[in-house]
T-cell receptor
């Protein structure tokens, strides 16, 4: 059973506009969430994380929002750039250390110049 | 500093055979985790090793096993290969623990025919 879901397999956005990638989870025990970016032929690269004590975390153009009641998180990229074109994975775990965590199936973002 | 390296990068095996994949973490990193990536399931956690001990294990059958050596290098073994084992196998290393500190290798693409 997929505990972390990314229901949109792909997303296309114009350069300069906002990209919003969504992620839903089912396990209410999850309290740590991460986003990874993956280019073809490379391993995933950590992008940004958030713990459940916060509802927003910002790092430059990237902001992650967490809605615990809805078991939903989203990644906002503003402004989107062509170099942001990649597959984005969200992941969730119970705690940040020494625990198994679960990835979504990924959303392929294409930023159109 | 060299990144995480995985060998081989590509592998073709026949059903019923066994395979061993290798991962060399970033120098100084003591934690190594393995993941399986398939189109339908996304990234799934296999296991994590820290100081030669398996700390966590995902929900995979016993045909999947691993080990870590004293120099932190890790190997993953899959016995009695099945067609469904065809996937990209990713290894990630971290200094101690904490998923946002993980660095992924490029992966080994295993094809089972």
């Amino acid at each position: 059973d997929q505990q972390v879901k990314q229901n949109s397999p792909s997303l296309s956005v114009q350069e300069g506009r906002i990209s919003i990638l969504n992620c839903d989870y089912t396990n209410s025990m999850f309290d740590y969430f991460l986003w990874y970016k993956k280019y073809p032929a490379e391993g995933p690269t950590f992008l940004i994380s958030i713990s459940s004590i916060k509802d927003k975390n910002e790092d430059g153009r990237f902001t992650v929002f967490l809605n615990k009641s809805a078991k939903h998180l989203s990644l906002h990229i503003v402004p989107s750039q062509p170099g942001d074109s990649a597959v984005y994975f969200c992941a969730a775990s119970v705690g940040n250390t020494g625990n198994q965590f679960y990835f979504g199936t990924g959303t392929s973002l294409t930023v159109i110049p | 500093k060299a990144g995480v390296t995985q060998t081989p990068r590509y592998l073709i095996k026949t059903r019923g055979q066994q395979v061993t994949l290798s991962c060399s973490p970033i120098s100084g990193h003591r934690s190594v985790s393995w993941y399986q990536q398939t189109p339908g399931q996304g990234l799934q956690f296999l296991f994590e090793y820290f100081s030669e001990t398996q700390r966590n294990k995902g929900n995979f059958p016993g045909r999947f096993s691993g080990r870590q050596f004293s120099n932190s290098r890790s190997e993953m073994n899959v016995s009695t290969l099945e067609l469904g084992d065809s996937a990209l196998y990713l290894c990630a290393s971290s200094l101690v623990a904490g998923f946002d500190e993980q660095y992924f290798g490029p992966g080994t693409r295993l094809t089972v025919t």
